[in-house]
């Protein structure tokens, strides 16, 4: 197709603070998780699609399939409201536990 950009699964971005590996970072109202370590104000590369385990607020019990949130502090959560869709919970997370797994923009 002449009019493909790209196949959707990465996208650079340069972040205003520090990104760890593996981390996430919202553009806009994309998930994306970092590739390697980015820097503040310098480019790197991210990844939009996948399934990803990442910190949760330890208090939620997420059920498998559920639409999850993601908290400005990068926490997931099941609270909608104030937090942005990060996507599906790919297995249930109860209560108590450190970490979800997401496919994220899902």
């Known amino acids: ?30 998930v994306a998780v970092a590739l390697g370590d980015v820097k503040a104000n310098k480019e790197g590369t991210f990844v939009t699609t996948g ?10 019990d997420i059920g498998q399939g559920a639409q999850i949130y993601i908290k400005a502090d990068g926490n997931i959560t099941s609270t909608a409201s104030g937090n942005t869709s990060a996507g599906k919970a790919w297995a249930a997370a109860g209560n108590p536990s450190d970490t979800a797994w997401v496919k994220i923009n899902g």
């Open 51 to 60: 399934v990803f385990e990442l910190p949760k607020v330890q208090a939620d």
């Open 1 to 30: 197709m002449k009019n493909q950009i790209c196949d959707g699964n990465t996208i650079d971005h340069t972040p205003a603070a520090d990104v760890a590996s593996g981390a996430t970072a919202l553009i806009g109202k994309l």
